[in-house]
C-alpha cells in the first residue's frame, strides 16, 4: 500500500480536544502533493496519528456554511 502523504498548509481552528489529548481540527491540508482542501478529522498529539475525516472543495464549504446559516 502507497504512503499517505499530506501537509497541514493552515491551521484554521481547533474544535474540541477529548481527555487523551486527540484534537478534532478544521485544517487546510494537501494530501499527496495536491490543491490543499478543508478537512475535519481527529488528530493525535503533535499530529503523529489521524482518525477518519472528511474533506471538501471551497465550494463544498460555502455550501455547509449556508446549511449551518439556516439550522
Given at each position: 500500500?502507497a504512503?499517505?502523504?499530506?501537509?497541514i498548509?493552515?491551521?484554521?481552528?481547533?474544535?474540541?480536544?477529548?481527555?487523551k489529548?486527540?484534537t478534532?481540527?478544521?485544517?487546510?491540508?494537501?494530501w499527496?502533493?495536491?490543491?490543499?482542501k478543508y478537512?475535519i478529522?481527529d488528530w493525535?498529539?503533535n499530529?503523529?496519528?489521524?482518525g477518519k475525516g472528511v474533506?471538501?472543495?471551497k465550494?463544498e464549504?460555502g455550501?455547509?456554511?449556508?446549511?449551518?446559516?439556516?439550522?
Open positions: 500500500m504512503e499517505l502523504k499530506f501537509e498548509t493552515e491551521h484554521i481552528a481547533t474544535l474540541s480536544e477529548s481527555s489529548g486527540w478534532k481540527e478544521l485544517n487546510l491540508i494537501s499527496n502533493g495536491r490543491e490543499p478537512d478529522r493525535a498529539p499530529h503523529e496519528k489521524m474533506t471538501i472543495t465550494e464549504l455550501k455547509l456554511k449556508e446549511v449551518l446559516k439556516s439550522l
